[in-house]
């Protein structure tokens, strides 16, 4: 029988051009009709530094990525070093004749007398290419979209030829490498990462305003938006800083656009005055936070889930906030969408949280269906005229919110503590009732808490428990452990604040054990579960090494 998936890896040095090749391969697989999965990994540095882009595809749909090597194509010898030691029985490597590939199964790809050192990655590509079984004329139609608009005429034809000369070379080569069931069409499909499914969102959302200052893995999301901003009305500004961008984005909300910010958490940290500027003035805002590996620098290219607590409790003072992550990039796109939602009802700060391997990891997706998603429309709600009051008192805390300009009320906000219509008060008496109005919107923004999804028996004896990009490695690694007869549930959050119980505290205490998983070194869900629902979690696995959680991680963890 043919592989049910099969793991394709490219590794070099940044500037070799390994990220062209593995996207155009990527999507040569999905016009094959093939379902993919993209991680990448990649170090601090422009050029140099050792790099991958693993494709992990299949006739399937694939929620996880996942360990060993069935085609390793080395385009430098430290490649051959490092992973060597990770290729599967049956594997296969791509190489230049002039390194040494030891004992793997090795093709020597003569790269000087099939093309120029320009086009070492185009030859790489070709000669992939017919090993993975796909037509060279789509190959070469999706590689001259690549390029063609940043190449002229010349150049593109001749990585055209070393395109074909590549595959030509490789058909008659022996390799004994066995592909995956025959692909199937279902249909149009994109490929999307998760840093460009939540601009789409927000942009369905009616995204209007974007601040960002760049910062790793974060800057997709920016990119993304600024590629549609013309069609979609969107203004968009480069800060200077963090605290230039989060100020701008309040500015731009204040006036009624909706509004966003992306950046990781050393440019959160200093967005934080301004996120408790939010919280006072009741101001709508998304924070886009794409976690990496911390303290300070840290691993700025790698992935990790160690700032859930700093989005909760970023910002001085008690305001209250809404924490999406989204663990697929189908659940970025509806994150995007919802959290500029949450933001306009609930009048305050919504964050959602990715990673680099989520952010970076390309997917297969059908056309979001756009139908009955209905864009943001700032302002309104309440008196109007002599009877509006910007800051109103009311049950749910959600006061009416009207837009400068707009129409004859005098809008008022101010960051010091505030009377009902905005201004400067000291009433201390006021101050606790004004306090407590906001905190009322948590009630709310609880109610419409996303609850956790469950696969697997009610009754199970093991529930792996996750949060954000940690769905799919997780649900893989339960569904093998089914495979073997054990009695295995898993639960997800896609939304970590604010927890509501009810939603599954009596699942959770059917479990025999409760397992949580997590990208981190701490347990920061699993302390919030036990803070906020009583949840004694009897087994922690956490990962804090850079590299993303794969199911073979977990089961070893677990066999421990």
Request: proline letters at 6%; charged letters at 20%.
């Amino acid at each position: 029988m043919p592989p049910d998936s099969m793991n394709l890896m490219i590794g070099g040095e940044a500037g070799q051009g390994l990220v062209t090749i593995g996207q155009v391969l990527a999507k040569a697989l999905v016009k094959s009709g093939y379902h993919i999965l993209v991680t990448q990994d990649y170090m601090s540095r422009v050029r140099g530094g050792h790099n991958t882009f693993t494709i992990r595809f299949s006739p399937r749909e694939l929620d996880s990525p996942c360990e060993g090597v069935d085609l390793l194509v080395a385009l430098n010898q430290q490649t051959l070093d490092r992973h060597a030691g990770e290729l599967n029985p049956g594997a296969v490597v791509l190489a230049d004749t002039g390194l040494s590939c030891g004992q793997a199964p090795c093709l020597g790809v003569p790269y000087d007398d099939l093309a120029g050192k320009r086009y070492l990655n185009t030859v790489a590509l070709g000669a992939s290419a017919h090993l993975l079984g796909l037509d060279l004329d789509l190959v070469a139609e999706t590689l001259e979209k690549a390029i063609g608009m940043k190449k002229d005429g010349k150049v593109v034809e001749e990585n055209r030829q070393a395109l074909g000369k590549a595959y030509e070379w490789a058909a008659g080569q022996e390799h004994g490498l066995r592909l995956p069931g025959p692909a199937k069409q279902d249909g149009p499909r994109m490929v999307l990462g998760g840093n460009q499914a939540i601009a789409l969102g927000a942009l369905a959302g009616g995204l209007k305003f974007l601040a960002f200052y760049p910062m790793t893995p974060s800057t997709a999301i920016a990119l993304t938006v600024i590629a549609h901003a013309a069609q979609m009305g969107v203004v968009y500004e480069q800060a200077e800083d963090e605290i230039a961008a989060v100020n701008m984005a309040l500015g731009a909300s204040y006036a009624g656009a909706p509004a966003m910010v992306c950046t990781s958490g050393g440019g959160y940290a200093l967005m934080t005055e301004g996120v408790s500027l939010a919280g006072m003035t009741e101001t709508p805002l998304v924070i886009a936070i794409a976690m990496r590996p911390g303290p300070a620098t840290g691993l700025p290219t790698r992935t990790e889930q160690g700032d859930l607590l700093f989005a909760l409790h970023g910002g001085h003072g008690e305001f209250p906030r809404a924490i999406l992550a989204p663990g697929s990039v189908k659940q970025c796109f509806a994150a995007g969408y919802r959290a500029l939602h949450l933001a306009e009802k609930y009048q305050g700060p919504v964050f959602i949280l990715t990673d680099q391997f989520l952010a970076d990891s390309l997917r297969a997706l059908k056309p979001f269906d756009l139908g009955g998603l209905a864009p943001v429309r700032p302002g309104g709600g309440g008196a109007s005229g002599g009877d509006y009051r910007r800051y109103e008192i009311t049950e749910d805390g959600i006061s009416p919110r009207r837009l400068p300009g707009m129409g004859p009320e005098l809008v008022v906000a101010d960051s010091d503590e505030h009377d009902q219509d905005g201004h400067i008060t000291e009433d201390l008496e006021l101050r606790v009732r004004m306090n407590h109005k906001r905190l009322a919107k948590e009630k709310g923004l609880r109610s419409e808490a996303e609850p956790p999804a469950f696969q697997g028996p009610e009754d199970a004896d093991t529930l792996l428990v996750s949060w954000g990009s940690s769905l799919g490695p997780v649900a893989e690694a339960a569904r093998r452990l089914r495979g073997e007869g054990q009695g295995v549930a898993t639960c997800h959050f896609s939304q970590v604040w604010p927890l509501e119980p009810k939603q599954f505290v009596e699942r959770l205490a059917k479990a025999g054990q409760v397992v949580v998983i997590e990208g981190n070194a701490t347990g920061q869900f699993a302390g919030l579960l036990n803070k906020e629902a009583g949840i004694k979690v009897q087994r922690f696995i956490g990962r804090c090494d850079g590299l993303n959680l794969t199911p073979e991680y977990i089961l070893r963890q677990l066999a421990s």
